[in-house]
């Protein structure tokens, strides 16, 4: 039997009870937080299981067969939307930027806002949502859909028209080879980004299939590129594949650096029936500006007086526009350094002094203006300035030269000294 308890140990006991009960206390002011955040954690770490849980069940693909199946989709007809959203990091210019870009990209005569090089840079930044349609190579349309407003850019056979109702202006140019129109205008849809990425997958690069989605209610196949290298601004792009056709329904560009996409766009509703043919058919509205482009694509003179009334639907065939390319700027003169996603582009802007003089804006030095966007820089090339977005990045040597490449800063000045 055990001994009774003295008052003495009954009042240890109570104090160690007391003691275990504050510690109790003081461990749920901990302990509930952190359960919290657990169970805060699981639920999220669940939303892409649940997310998941929907896609198809498909038959196992291996990378390079994903990407055969892409090069041999033979889509000649489709229809659909596309959400398109671009987050370069550009700086905010308060218009500026727009005008700049626009500016560099217009041709001569009277720049009219209908000229698809002018008009469709605006998808380089912003979120924006398209209507596009094909049949076959002589027909396409890109409408981009914007507030009371909408541009469209039509290839009718030889034909080429681009029409702006906000300003009421049509631009209009041929091409010799109706199946063969050169594209001019920027990346719109999916496939092609995929196009684009696909030519840069060599030994630097790691594709990978990683599982299936569903994109505009199609199943699909989500191919995964990342480069091997270090130094490079990309991080991964993601190509959700149709599993039927072959077509990329979807395409991410996320950086190195992290955060939201770069470039994110995919179709939120898509078709793969004919379009109706009247949806490629155009005659510029009465009283529409109409801006002849001319044998190079550039903007020329406008037709008559001004107005489109009998305008004539045809078009008397001329060369293709050469609106530029990589290739072609190779032969112009293009020097590139390093290999796969390092490769870095070295142009010689022949202007010595580094950046331009002049004035933004109406007034004030431009080369202060612009050296205030960019970080300067040293080493034994002498001085120059980097301009950095989430993505491209570029160097301004005082002594004229361009580096530009999807690579850091560091990379940048390294290519710049050892040239």
């Given amino acids: 039997m055990a001994p009774y308890e003295s ?5 240890a006991a109570q104090a160690d009870d007391e003691l275990r009960a504050e510690r109790r206390r003081k461990a749920a002011r901990y302990v509930v937080p952190v359960a919290v955040v657990g169970v805060a954690a699981a639920t999220i770490g669940l939303v892409p299981a649940l997310a998941d849980s929907g896609d198809p069940n498909l038959p196992k693909i291996t990378a390079q067969e994903l990407i055969n199946k892409i090069a041999k989709s033979d889509v000649q007809q489709l229809s659909g939307t596309v959400k398109i959203s671009t987050d370069l990091g550009l700086p905010d210019l308060g218009g500026l930027e727009s005008s700049l870009l626009s500016g560099a990209t217009q041709g001569s005569g009277d720049g009219s806002s209908a000229d698809p090089s ?28 914007e507030s009371g407003a909408e541009y469209s850019l039509i290839h009718n056979g030889t034909n080429v028209w681009g029409y702006d109702s906000k300003s009421n202006e049509v631009y209009h140019s041929t091409v010799a080879d109706s199946g063969k129109a050169e594209r001019h205008e920027p990346p719109a849809t999916p496939k092609d980004f995929a196009d684009e990425i696909l030519k840069s997958v060599d030994d630097t690069t790691s594709v990978t299939v990683d599982g299936t989605a569903q994109v505009a209610g199609r199943d699909a196949y989500r191919l995964v590129i990342k480069p091997k290298q270090s130094g490079t601004t990309v991080g991964a792009i993601s190509i959700a594949v149709d599993a039927k056709t072959g077509t990329p329904l979807k395409f991410t560009l996320t950086p190195s650096s992290g955060g939201a996409a770069v470039i994110d766009a995919g179709y939120t509703q898509v078709s793969f029936a004919e379009p109706a043919a009247s949806t490629f058919e155009f005659t510029p509205p009465k009283g529409a500006k109409v801006t002849e482009g001319d044998k190079t694509g550039k903007a020329g003179k406008s037709g008559g007086n001004g107005k489109a009334d009998g305008w004539d639907k045809g078009g008397k ?63 034994k090339f002498g001085k120059g300035t980097v301009f950095s977005t989430r993505l491209i990045n570029a160097l301004i040597t005082d002594n004229g030269k361009v580096y530009v490449g999807a690579v850091d800063k560091a990379a940048l000045v390294k290519a710049a000294n050892a040239g």
């Fill in 7 to 11: 008052d003495d140990s009954t009042g």
């Fill in 118 to 145: 002018a008009k469709l840079t605006e998808l380089a930044s912003g979120t924006h949502t398209l209507r596009v349609a094909a049949d076959g190579p002589e027909k396409q349309k890109v409408s981009l859909l």
């Fill in 317 to 379: 065939p001329s060369e293709a526009p050469d609106h530029g390319s990589a290739k072609g700027l190779g032969k112009d003169g293009f020097d590139v350094l390093g290999k796969g996603w390092n490769s870095i582009a070295v142009l010689d802007s022949g202007s010595k002094g580094g950046l331009p003089t002049g004035s933004a804006s109406g007034g004030g030095d431009l080369s202060g203006f612009l050296g205030s966007l960019g970080d300067p820089v040293s080493g």
